[in-house]
């Protein structure tokens, strides 16, 4: 009997500075008051996003991102590298003020 152990969840950096032709999201639609939103996307990193996997998007303003769930997603195959998730906020945790004051 083999065993397999799942891969741990990605995160894929789509907040400022990291969007760029190729790159890039529009999200759709928002609901729950910003919890969930509809999005599509261009590319991945070099790997493609699945469900689990968290993507960090650029927040109003455009000076911090803000990190989504990939509820679900449709990979197009045309172009290879386009996607449509649903996505769920998923705020990062930190183990200090210290670190948090560093992902800033």
């Known amino acids: 009997m083999s065993t397999t152990t799942p891969a741990p969840d990605r995160t ?3 907040g400022p500075g990291r969007r760029f032709w190729g790159h890039d999201y529009s ?3 928002v609901t729950d008051s910003g919890q969930r939103v509809q999005a599509s996307g261009w590319g991945h990193d070099g790997t493609l996003i699945r469900e689990g996997d968290f993507l960090l998007l650029e927040a109003r303003g455009g000076r911090r991102c803000t990190r989504y769930r990939v509820e679900s997603i449709e990979h197009v195959m045309d ?8 996505l769920v906020f998923d705020p990062r945790t930190y183990a200090t003020q210290e670190e948090k004051d560093a992902a800033r």
Request: aromatic fraction near 14%; avoid cysteine.
């Open 27 to 29: 999200i759709s639609r």
């Open 12 to 14: 894929h950096d789509f």
């Open 79 to 86: 172009p290879a590298d386009m996607w449509h998730a649903e």
